[in-house]
């Protein structure tokens, strides 16, 4: 009998646990990220397969009317931790740990969800830069804000509109964040540049140095050395 009763107190936790787990709210440059984690799970997952457009025009203007030049830099970290959730949530709900999601439904419905938060994301990161006027310093935020603005750029660089945007701030990034090394820097900058501009100026992306002349060879060198690369 005592046997039994444990067990159907066992049984009552965990029902709420789960039910607790269903009902966490987004999180917002407000609340943070304090209740997104699951201990079940290593990443981010998705609370809902689908979001309507007003909650994410919501959750947008909550994130963005927060973002001043002069804003405290624990307020910046929540920001950019919250750029960096809604980056990741459904893409890892995609994934579903290592292995893509089986659902071909709830695999489209969140491929679908990933690219209206991406875009959500494109114009806080623009947005970010143009209030401050340039990169913010991200140095002791933790890899979560320090990652944001990178991870946003590397998923959306093929967006030219978006990416042009961001280039004239992405070419003092490196010397603005003492966070971002220069492999991280070029590597991105090459992205956008080349989308942009149909060149690489570091020779990270869309370049091989046999398939061209010796004078853009010489000139891609001229900017690794710059930076302190080795030359190619």
């Not at 943070?32 to 984690?37: D, E, R, S, T």
């Not at 540049?193 to 046999?210: I, Q």
Request: a positive charge.
């Amino acid at each position: 009998m005592n046997r039994l009763i444990i067990l159907l107190l066992l049984l009552s936790c965990s029902c709420t646990k789960d039910e607790n787990i269903k009902k966490v709210k987004a999180p917002t440059a407000e609340t943070g990220l304090g209740n997104i984690y699951s201990d079940r799970f290593a990443g981010h997952l998705a609370v809902k397969d689908s979001v309507d457009s007003q909650e994410i025009q919501s959750v947008y203007s909550s994130i963005s009317k927060g973002i001043r030049p002069d804003m405290p830099k624990d307020s910046l970290k929540k920001v950019l931790e919250t750029i960096h959730y809604w980056d990741q949530v459904y893409r890892d709900s995609l994934m579903e740990g290592n292995a893509w999601v089986s659902d071909k439904i709830k695999f489209k419905k969140y491929s679908k969800e990933m690219s209206r938060w991406d875009k959500m994301n494109q114009r806080v990161v623009v947005h970010l830069l143009n209030k401050f006027g340039g990169w913010p310093d991200t140095k002791n935020m933790g890899n979560k804000a320090s990652m944001a603005i990178w991870l946003v750029i590397h998923h959306n660089f093929d967006n030219r509109d978006f990416s042009s945007q961001i280039l004239p701030y992405l070419d003092k990034a490196y010397h603005s964040d003492s966070v971002i090394n220069k492999n991280m820097y070029v590597d991105l900058y090459d992205r956008v540049n080349y989308k942009l501009n149909g060149y690489s100026k570091y020779g990270t992306y869309g370049f091989h140095k046999d398939h061209f002349p010796d004078s853009v060879r010489n000139r891609v060198n001229l900017e690794r050395t710059a930076i302190g690369l080795e030359k190619l």
